[in-house]
């Protein structure tokens, strides 16, 4: 593949990027005077910043490829991702969950199990986390340099090398401040720079209908009804008529409920930009505000995935064929910003996929910080110090975490199974959360005991299920069925994924209502005062006109998810 | 806070406006045969600018007027 040529005019908007990130870091820095500052931006965000920033944080390397990939792979079903499994839960964690989060005035998830449980829980938490997010940064800088390696021609180190200095700067410097600025920085870029590759796009296949005839012959090729691409729900009744291979209940309980219910209500990456707000009413407004801008996202993401199959059916070769035989569908963006963009603009797409790497790449630098350092050190390895003293070491984790990110990406150019599996692992460590946190709030009779060990009996089942079922075709292994026997076969990988998440959500849910039953509740209602729902005084809101109510927005946010549902059904 | 974030976005965005749409009115009109035929730098440029300057505005608006 003949790597893409860029001009001055290119070089010129990416080191006009990189100069206004620094700078942003470089003005900022003045305003760090203390841990809170750095690690919590002094909670003083306004609503829309830390909205912005709570969608930016999470449009990393993963979203931008990954949902480009899965819209030429699935078609428009892949908006099922936004419209049944962010929407709901992003109004959940705003409306319902906040109210405790922020109320707690914790610096972190972990902190909050800690004030709401005990410390074995806290701990249990704060180290698979403070894991989990450096392999993420690093799994993202190894995308970025692949990609820039494949695309451009660039050197792997040099691109590795080039992101991790200019992230670590600009944290070094403001701390969460600096990285939610830039986060919303990136954001408007993002969507200004891949804007005109999906008009172009558009207008070349022939708007919404071209496209529909073009995806019509890809669905027969494959064997699907002609219009399996372009309907959400229509074909959903059987895993058999749909690419993703699903059926409608499982998505809708294992990836609506389960799965993202588990990212967006527990996830310090983005709850972090929430707890940065400026007051009660502003932090809830965080996810509902981040919401709008994410229920049209699939028009950025998904959209350019599905033109480039679209394309690569009615004319060929659009996107480059993989080892295996298969089109490529991680190239369908770079593949369509070097097809329509000319130089000048070119610059500006590459920027953003630049700046959408940087900001996942961020947010999961300033949310290891704070874990590391509060969670971690202040209270396991160094407690009782100075306040100066942690910021000392919040810088210090900076870098030692943009470090170690970099020696994971490294890592996974040597042993890409090793990444494999430790995401799978997180999968299972991740996917009980939501149902402890769910008890721990509106039920003041949830133990510490009973948490800690619904974890574990959560993060156990998920394995088991994961290793006694198997996606049809696989051979078992990573990809299931490693415990010997296979008892059930899903449709496909997808659908093992999801069903594996409500597995992990039951078994945590019972096994911590069961333990919690039979053990002594050791914090009384005095110290769960704000923490949880039963104890803490209703939030009045009734002074803000109605359109600034968290309220307000919820329905509207569910109102038009709905609607865009419909549309596409 | 005494960095109001509109002025670098804005600041941002006029600078990459004005450069595509420099580059939009100089450029060779063969590079646009891929864009199909649209002088994107050009137009896009001016969407860029033209966001630029109104997020500068409303940023400005508001330094001018503290609290």
């Known amino acids: 593949m003949p790597h893409i040529q860029l001009g001055a005019v290119d070089y010129a908007i990416l080191i006009t990027y990189f100069a206004f990130v620094l700078g942003i870091g470089w003005v900022l820095r003045r305003l760090v005077r203390n841990s809170e500052d750095f690690f919590i931006a002094g909670r003083s965000m306004p609503a829309w910043i830390a909205g912005l920033a709570f969608i930016s944080a999470n449009l990393g390397a ?19 991702f936004y419209w049944v499994g962010a929407m709901p839960a992003m109004v959940f964690v705003g409306l319902f969950m906040m109210p405790f989060y922020y109320g707690s005035r914790a610096r972190s998830v972990p902190e909050y199990l800690k004030l709401r449980f005990d410390e074995k829980t806290r701990g249990l938490n704060a180290m698979t986390f403070a894991v989990m997010t450096i392999f993420s940064s690093g799994i993202s800088m190894y995308a970025l340099a692949k990609l820039l390696e494949l695309v451009l021609g660039w050197s792997f180190h040099a691109s590795i090398i080039l992101t991790g200095i200019i992230v670590l700067v600009y944290i070094f410097l403001g701390g969460l401040r600096s990285a939610i600025y830039n986060e919303v920085l990136q954001f408007f870029l993002i969507v200004l720079g891949f804007l005109p590759l999906v008009l172009l796009g558009l207008k070349d296949v022939g708007g919404w209908h071209g496209l529909t005839a073009k995806l019509a012959t890809v669905a027969t ?16 009744d059987s895993p058999s008529h749909n690419p993703m291979g699903m059926e409608w209940f499982g998505l809708v309980m294992g990836l609506g409920f389960a799965l993202s219910f588990g990212y967006w209500c527990t996830d310090f990456l983005v709850v972090q930009r929430a707890m940065a707000a400026g007051s009660m009413t502003a932090a809830r407004r965080t996810p509902l505000i981040a919401a709008v801008p994410k229920m049209l996202m699939p028009v950025l993401v998904i959209l350019p995935g599905m033109l480039a199959i679209g394309l690569h059916a009615s004319r060929g070769g659009f996107l480059p064929i993989g080892s295996d035989g298969q089109p490529n569908y991680n190239l369908a963006i770079p593949m369509m910003l070097a097809h329509y963009l000319p130089s000048g603009l070119l610059g500006l797409g590459l920027t953003a996929l630049m700046a959408s790497f940087m900001s996942g790449m961020a947010g999961n630098v300033t949310a290891f910080n704070s874990v590391w350092t509060y969670d971690i050190y202040q209270s396991y390895i160094r407690p009782g110090q100075s306040d100066a003293h942690y910021l000392r070491v919040g810088h210090a984790a900076t870098v030692f975490g943009i470090f170690a990110s970099v020696l994971a990406a490294y890592s996974a150019t040597r042993f890409n199974n090793i990444l494999d599996m430790l995401q799978l692992v997180f999968s299972f460590v991740n996917g009980p959360l939501f149902a402890t946190f769910l008890l721990g709030m509106f039920w003041k009779r949830t133990t510490g005991h009973g948490a800690f060990y619904g974890l574990l009996t959560g993060t156990i089942t998920a394995a088991l299920h994961y290793g006694l079922t198997l996606p049809r075709g696989a051979v078992p292994g990573i990809k299931g069925g490693f415990l010997g026997a296979v008892l059930h076969v899903y449709p496909s990988e997808m659908a093992l994924n999801f069903w594996t998440a409500l597995f992990a959500w039951t078994g945590c849910f019972v096994a911590t209502l069961v333990i919690s039953l039979f053990t002594k509740r050791t914090k009384s209602d005095e110290e769960l005062r704000g923490l949880v729902h039963s104890l803490t005084p209703r939030i009045e809101e009734g002074y803000l006109p109605w359109y600034k109510r968290p309220v307000a927005l919820a329905v509207l946010v569910l109102v038009v998810s709905t609607v865009l549902n419909v549309i596409f059904w | 806070m005494n960095l109001d974030l509109r002025l670098p976005i804005g600041a941002m965005f006029s600078i990459f406006g004005v450069i595509l749409t420099a580059y939009g009115m100089l450029s060779d009109s063969a590079i646009y045969e891929r864009s199909l035929g649209i002088n994107v730098n050009l137009w896009w440029g001016i969407v860029l600018f033209a966001f630029g300057i109104v997020m500068l505005a409303f940023g400005y608006r508001a330094y001018r007027r503290p609290g």
Do not use: R
């Not at chain 1, 490829?65 to 792979?73: E, F, P």
């Not at chain 1, 090729?221 to 959903?236: D, R, V």
């Open chain 1, 62 to 80: 993963q979203e931008v490829i990954g949902m480009a990939a899965s819209g030429a792979k699935y078609g428009i079903m892949t908006s099922h």
């Open chain 1, 221 to 236: 090729n494959a064997g699907f009804e002609p219009g399996a691409w372009t309907h959400s729900w229509k074909y959903m």
